[in-house]
């Protein structure tokens, strides 16, 4: 009765919620005019992010928080302020004449490029509520928004109840940087109406509360999660009128620093969350505005639209280490060698340069204070602790990604600072990874199967791409001698790769070149695999291949076909295999294709390749086998258009276009199309780079302030148009049309002083040219 009393006297004192008529600037009429994607009702129990550099939160959209995740098992979801954890997750009460309704199962999800909601109905309170969340750029913080509609036609009186469930605990690998995981601890602070909770142990904090003076607040004995954590609870009284609106806003902030660090972030997003959102808007309309597609297949064209946003959502920031790209969420939220060597050519083609240049340094700076011989690493968690130095393919990836960023700044600066590295890891590639001579290094490539180390054939195909881009780079910088000999290397290499990695019998590049014993370890093992998944032609095939070893023993290390494994399409990713070796290649990949894309290993296809249904199901311990995932595929659409097959690119980018918003919408899955990280960062690499420099043809030279234009449209593309390409100090765009035979050509460039060149097939299959550093021209086939 006393507390029925105590609410009472809040709403009289109007010490509760706002309503919406005195506050109109909510976050619901901030993104009115923002485009959003509703969730599919059977994904509500799957996981959604709410994205900062710093902070960010993953739950699921179904407003719940459950257990998430394997690195740390069960804690890969909630808040985070890498690298330490926040929270849990939070839980929200509805109390109303005497009866507690748990805000648990929201009935739709909806995505925008930068916040989201769940919309909660709950008939028993005569209540529609919206529950918002917002991450401001660059602060360790986030802000929670309950919009709540009485649906009644008399005063709806009731008490919101937020229940924040702290546990301040390290990041992936922090033991071994001594971050001792400790009890957590609860402080009240009346002058903030807020809950501070700390790390016994250590000086990690998070805070969270409202501008409103709650009724009750009181920390909760028994903690729900695993870990060692604590809830604090938090009961606003809220009274609305008949079928109008209130507001309550909350706001959840963090720090590894100190108390006063966590305060000043929680009173300042409190200040400044309205215009933080106004800005961030801006900024992701920005985002949008740079590399803008129209097309005639909608659904890509909204996909390539997303995937800038979803780039963005993959930037942390680490002071003490610097910012970069991620890899995916939620299991793999620090930083990677390979994964940003793919992901940050899409992102120089969409225009997001700055990840670009701050990946790139922290990955150098890493990698040599660790490595200190050129050897790129592998993966960084977010304590600054190195998993893994490095793989072999990460090393020579490295060289022409630097080689393709230059292409697009033109800035020979860049080109020198990173030159040294990229020399010393050809260096180390040759004299320490090559141990018989022959040019291929040795060791783990893309495809982590035990044993798979010898010559692998990506490691081979990206080595040779890389010596090729450093001999470029050597000439600029006026190394002519070490220019030449990087070029001799290239080309052996490129001879090399379309001989002895080739095999006739399965028309396809082997796996790996290895010994007879090796191989048939792995075909032992990959056999175990195939009965296992019930695949029994691949059972024989790899039968047969084991007695053609035996019957047919070799002294010296040879090609072998055992897995199909994707990355036996790099050669032609990279353009190096031989027209008629690559279109026999290209053939024999749609075998290992199903409606979503490329399996990631060949062996386990199953009944859907080349049919249009199916799907992926993932087992319950996180694995990849059997899987379809979205780089092998964008591999695959990159491939197709060297070989100038635009409309077999296209098919493989339709079906992994088929994934976006399949479960999180506006994202699209690592693994195709329900499973693994929620959102990737290589996907980016995947559209990018086949739309932006192959199906519209740009090949930047900002050096020489040139641009070329070889377009290679889609069939089915008759009206296409790529606005506002960001190229150094230059924005180009391009409208493309064809009517019949005749294909036209619009170009328009914000700098003058470049020199646009178009070049078109035309009917004798030779190039038609043209050249012009007008602001706008068009030319016609």
Not at 112 to 131: F, G, M, S, V, W
Not at 523 to 551: M, Y
Not at 626 to 649: H, W
Request: aromatic fraction near 12%; include cysteine.
């Amino acid at each position: 009765m006393f507390r029925f009393v105590v609410c009472l006297l809040c709403i009289m004192l109007s010490i509760g919620c706002k309503k919406t008529s005195s506050n109109p600037e909510t976050f619901d009429s901030l993104t009115k005019d923002s485009p959003s994607i509703k969730g599919k009702p059977a994904y509500l129990n799957s996981p959604y992010v709410t994205a900062g550099d710093r902070v960010y939160m993953v739950g699921h959209q179904d407003g719940t928080f459950p257990d998430l995740g394997w690195h740390i098992k069960g804690e890969m979801g909630g808040i985070w302020n890498h690298p330490i954890k926040l929270m849990d997750g939070f839980e929200v009460e509805i109390l109303k004449d005497e009866k507690k309704i748990a805000l648990d199962s929201a009935h739709t999800f909806v995505n925008y490029p930068y916040a989201n909601k769940h919309q909660y109905a709950l008939p028993e309170a005569q209540l529609h509520i919206e529950r918002w969340q917002f991450v401001p750029d660059h602060k360790e913080g986030m802000v929670v928004q309950f919009q709540i509609e009485n649906t009644s036609p008399t005063t709806n009186t009731f008490e919101l109840t937020f229940i924040g469930n702290a546990d301040l605990r390290p990041t992936w690998l922090g033991e071994e940087t001594n971050m001792i995981d400790a009890q957590d601890i609860a402080t009240y602070d009346a002058i903030n109406k807020a809950w501070t909770i700390k790390d016994t142990d250590n000086s990690w904090f998070v805070t969270f509360g409202s501008d409103q003076h709650p009724i009750v607040h009181r920390a909760l004995e028994a903690y729900k999660g695993t870990g060692k954590g604590i809830s604090g609870e938090l009961s606003y009284p809220i009274s609305i009128p008949p079928k109008d609106r209130a507001t309550l806003t909350l706001v959840i902030a963090g720090s590894y620093a100190s108390q006063e660090e966590v305060l000043a972030t929680y009173q300042d997003i409190h200040n400044t969350y309205l215009d933080a959102i106004r800005s961030k808007k801006e900024r992701y309309e920005q985002l949008a505005s740079h590399s803008l597609l129209t097309i005639p297949d909608k659904g890509i064209e909204q996909t390539f639209e997303w995937l800038k946003y979803n780039s963005d959502w993959l930037v942390r920031t680490i002071p003490e280490l610097g910012s970069g790209i991620t890899a995916g969420i939620p299991d793999y939220p620090w930083y990677f060698g390979v994964d940003s060597e793919y992901a940050l050519k899409g992102y120089m083609a969409i225009g997001q340069t700055e990840p670009v240049y701050n990946t790139i340094q922290l990955l150098d700076s890493i990698s040599n204070a660790l490595n200190g011989n050129g050897q790129i690493i592998h993966e960084m968690s977010t304590n600054g602790k190195v998993f893994n130095p490095g793989n072999i393919n990460e090393t020579p990836q490295f060289a022409s990604l630097i080689w393709e960023v230059y292409q697009w700044n033109g800035d020979q600066t860049f080109l020198e600072n990173y030159f040294p590295t990229i020399e010393k890891g050809l260096q180390w590639l040759l004299k320490e990874k090559d141990d018989n001579k022959n040019l291929f290094p040795d060791g783990f490539g893309m495809m982590e199967i035990h044993g798979l180390d010898s010559e692998m054939i990506d490691v081979a195909a990206y080595t040779q791409r890389a010596f090729d881009d450093a001999s470029k780079m050597a000439t600029i910088l006026g190394k002519e001698d070490l220019s030449k000999q990087y070029r001799e290397i290239a080309l052996s290499l490129k001879a090399k790769i379309n001989t002895d990695f080739w095999s006739e019998e399965f028309k396809s590049y082997a796996d790996f070149i290895g010994t007879d014993q090796q191989a048939i370890h792995l075909i032992e093992d990959a056999i175990v695999r195939a009965d296992t998944l019930n695949k029994p032609w691949a059972v024989t095939e790899l039968q047969s291949t084991l007695e053609a070893i035996k019957a047919n023993p070799s002294t010296e290390p040879r090609p072998f076909v055992v897995h199909h494994n994707w990355v036996v399409n790099t050669p032609m990713e990279m353009g190096i295999a031989d027209s008629t070796k690559a279109l026999q290649a290209l053939q024999t990949a749609e075998k290992f294709v199903n409606p979503f894309g490329v399996f990631v290993t060949g062996i386990d296809r199953d009944a859907s390749a080349g049919k249009d249904e199916g799907s992926f199901k993932g087992s319950k311990i996180f694995s990849y086998t059997g899987a379809v995932m979205t780089l092998p595929t964008g591999v695959q659409v990159i491939s197709e258009n060297n070989y100038g097959r635009p409309d077999k690119a296209l098919n493989y980018l339709k079906r992994m276009d088929r994934t976006f918003s399949y479960a999180l919408p506006g994202s699209m899955y690592e693994v195709s199309p329900d499973y693994g990280m929620i959102t990737q960062a290589w996907n980016i690499y995947s559209y990018a780079v086949p739309i932006v420099q192959q199906f519209f043809g740009v090949q930047p030279n900002a050096a020489a302030k040139k641009v070329t234009i070889r377009p290679q449209m889609p069939s089915t593309w008759n009206e296409a148009s790529l606005e506002n390409i960001l190229i150094a100090d230059n924005e180009v765009s391009i409208y493309y049309s064809k009517i019949e035979s005749q294909v036209n050509i619009k170009v328009s460039q914000t700098n003058p002083a470049w020199e646009i060149t178009v070049e078109l097939p035309t009917k004798e299959g030779s190039k038609k040219t043209f050249v012009s550093r007008e602001l706008e021209f068009e030319t016609q086939n």
